[in-house]
Nanobody, 123 residues
Framework: QVELVESGGGLVQAGGSLRLSCVAR????????MGWFRQAPGKEREFVAS????????RYADSVKDRFTISRDNAKNTVLLQMNSLKPEDTAVYSC????????????????WGQGTQVTVSS
């Protein structure tokens, strides 16, 4: 059984930084592309970033490009999301997900999801 556990969320002022971590258990991590998604209250889940199995290709939503960086450490079964220059509109629950294919921005393509970690950016 696959388990994804996120950590690193919290409260930060606008302009600040946070680093989210997602640890995968119970699966061969390198088989999966990984993605980060977020969902704000009253809004649909939206794509944030994805990274291919071996980390050689990444994709970002336009809203976070040049501010967020996704990376992975296959030896530690971990995917990270470094978030800089945070804005109040980045406030959401952030979840990581696994996809046994090439990276995708569509939530429906992802097979396993974590519970999420809350990120709150104050103005």
């Amino acid at each position: 059984q696959v388990e994804l556990v996120e950590s690193g969320g919290g409260l930060v002022q606008a302009g600040g930084s946070l680093r989210l971590s997602c640890v995968a258990r119970g699966a061969t991590f390198i088989r999966y592309a990984m993605g980060w998604f977020r969902q704000a209250p009253g809004k649909e889940r939206e794509f944030v970033a994805s990274i291919e199995k071996n980390g050689d290709s990444t994709r970002y939503a336009d809203s976070v490009k040049d501010r967020f960086t996704i990376s992975r450490d296959n030896a530690k079964n971990t995917v990270l999301l470094q978030m800089n220059s945070l804005k109040p509109e980045d406030t959401a629950v952030y979840s990581c997900a696994e996809f046994e294919g090439s990276g995708s921005s569509r939530p429906i393509d992802y097979d396993f999801w974590g519970q999420g970690t809350q990120v709150t950016v104050s103005s």
